[in-house]
């Protein structure tokens, strides 16, 4: 057994018992640490790695005791916090790191439609949100549509989800969930609209959201797409709705273009609320350009090049700097 399966194994009641007698309290304060898969986790079937910035938390099998599970922190001496948000997010996020198979199929998989295989998605999310005990706490209890935070009793772990719409595709939440599964929806957005229903009355609940001001976000679907929300009933001045209108309902892909607007605007005094989601976005893509744009001035002339004779302690050849210019590009 490799240390994935060991951590697809791992219970809420086994990762108490891993921290001792405060592990469920551990767990849970752990749970509030925000945490990025991409940039702060790495696992694979030999090692658990947890980058929390101030420390880094491993877990490996121990070979000398029977192939449990042995947990350490750079920071701590003794079991800590920084270990039980390790064990928080294995458990409650088993299924996007890949340690937990999707329930089995009463049907053959590759004989499901797309729609078909949708439909199987939402209804085990709706499952899961009427069994895992969660708590909703709002931003404003007065308001349907408002931010509100969802916590699992389990793992501790907190997500902010941003209630806009009873439909797929109109709220956000910060699990990982939601940002892989392209359904526009996860089981902590369905938890919080069930719970809403039962707290407002018909007139609140047929009242659509009304936007204040100016978002960009990213629209989750087949692909993501960062888009632009604007003020409903004119809540923008004429200077500044000439700059933003011609983004509005469509994906944007200028994000140079998209920068220089948000930059004038900015210098009319409207704030923009950009979501963290769409800011990596934008942070992602700029990278790739840049990356594209010296991959493309290197292959051009890589003989003249200055980076062939810095980027390594020895000097490239032509063809060696276009080939590392191709692999990277």
């Given at each position: 057994m490799n240390l994935k399966d060991k951590?697809?194994?791992?219970?809420?009641?086994?990762?108490?018992?891993?921290?001792?007698?405060?592990?469920a309290k551990l767990i849970r304060k752990g749970g509030k640490w925000e945490i990025d898969l991409e940039d702060q986790v790495k696992l694979n079937n030999e090692k658990f790695e947890l980058d929390l910035g101030e420390a880094v938390v491993l877990i490996r099998l121990n070979p000398a005791n029977n192939q449990r599970l042995h947990l350490s922190c750079s920071a701590c001496s003794s079991l800590c916090e920084h270990q039980g948000a390790a064990l928080s997010l294995i458990l409650e996020e088993k299924l996007t790191l890949g340690l937990a198979a999707p329930p089995p199929e009463t049907i053959p998989i590759e004989n499901l439609s797309e729609d078909e295989l949708i439909?199987?998605?939402?209804?085990?999310?709706?499952?899961?949100?009427?069994?895992?005990?969660?708590?909703?706490?709002?931003?404003?209890?007065?308001?349907?549509?408002?931010?509100?935070?969802?916590?699992?009793?389990?793992?501790?772990?907190?997500?902010?989800?941003?209630?806009?719409?009873?439909?797929?595709?109109?709220?956000?939440?910060?699990?990982?969930?939601?940002?892989?599964?392209?359904?526009?929806?996860?089981?902590?957005?369905?938890?919080?609209?069930?719970?809403?229903?039962?707290?407002?009355?018909?007139?609140?609940?047929?009242?659509?959201?009304?936007?204040?001001?100016?978002?960009?976000?990213?629209?989750?679907?087949?692909?993501?797409?960062?888009?632009?929300?604007?003020?409903?009933?004119?809540?923008?001045?004429?200077?500044?709705?000439?700059?933003?209108?011609?983004?509005?309902?469509?994906?944007?892909?200028?994000?140079?273009?998209?920068?220089?607007?948000?930059?004038?605007?900015?210098?009319?005094?409207?704030?923009?609320?950009?979501?963290?989601?769409?800011?990596?976005?934008?942070?992602?893509?700029?990278i790739q350009q840049r990356v594209r744009k010296l991959t493309d001035q290197i292959r051009k002339d890589p003989k003249h090049h200055p980076l062939r004779k810095g980027l390594l302690n020895i000097e490239l050849l032509p063809y060696q700097m276009d080939g590392i210019a191709f692999a990277v590009g």
């Open positions: 951590l697809s194994h791992l219970t809420f009641n086994k990762a108490c018992k891993l921290l001792g007698p405060e592990g439909e199987q998605a939402l209804v085990e999310k709706t499952e899961k949100a009427k069994n895992e005990k969660m708590r909703l706490k709002p931003a404003n209890r007065e308001e349907l549509w408002s931010d509100y935070t969802v916590t699992s009793y389990a793992s501790g772990r907190t997500y902010r989800v941003a209630l806009r719409g009873w439909e797929r595709g109109e709220s956000y939440c910060s699990c990982p969930d939601f940002k892989v599964n392209t359904l526009g929806t996860c089981k902590h957005i369905i938890f919080a609209l069930e719970n809403v229903k039962k707290r407002f009355l018909k007139k609140v609940k047929d009242t659509p959201y009304r936007r204040k001001g100016i978002s960009l976000h990213i629209r989750y679907g087949k692909e993501a797409e960062l888009r632009l929300l604007l003020p409903d009933n004119g809540g923008l001045d004429r200077e500044a709705a000439n700059i933003l209108m011609p983004l509005k309902g469509k994906p944007i892909h200028d994000i140079h273009d998209l920068l220089e607007r948000i930059r004038k605007v900015e210098q009319l005094r409207h704030s923009i609320n950009i979501y963290p989601d769409a800011e990596d976005y934008i942070n992602n893509l700029l």
